[in-house]
């Protein structure tokens, strides 16, 4: 197990978000939480607080989930640029960090940034002569 690990941990050293690789980061972290089986965490917020009168595998259920929110939250500040990190350093939970990402760099962004990519492109092409 330790070798998967190793493996999964080398995925979010090699493939930490900078903005325009959104998409790609999010693919790869799904893998590493995925392969913790706290996906779930980028998507529900945890419940606030535990439920009041609630039975041993009800509470022992909060927990649980407040530890893999937690994880979740690391491993993504952990697969960040440090001025992203700083960003997003006092972020409550995984989902509100994915949620925040997702309007910052989501998929409506896409356009913006290829436009951005053939602009930038076009205008090396042309100075290069190529």
Request: net charge neutral; aromatic share 8%.
């Amino acid at each position: 197990m330790s070798s998967i690990h190793n493996l999964l941990s080398t995925i979010l050293d090699k493939h930490v978000l900078a903005g325009p690789n959104y998409l790609d980061w999010l693919r790869n972290v799904k893998i590493v939480l995925n392969s913790e089986r706290i996906a779930y965490s980028l998507e529900n917020s945890p419940p606030v607080e535990a439920p009041t009168r609630c039975s041993h595998v009800e509470l022992q259920a909060y927990k649980d989930w407040c530890d893999h929110d937690l994880k979740g939250k690391c491993y993504v500040m952990y697969s960040m640029s440090d001025e992203l990190h700083r960003c997003f350093e006092d972020a409550k939970n995984a989902a509100d960090i994915h949620l925040h990402l997702n309007k910052l760099f989501g998929e409506q962004t896409r356009p913006l940034r290829h436009r951005h990519c053939k602009r930038n492109c076009k205008g090396y092409l042309d100075q290069n002569g190529s």
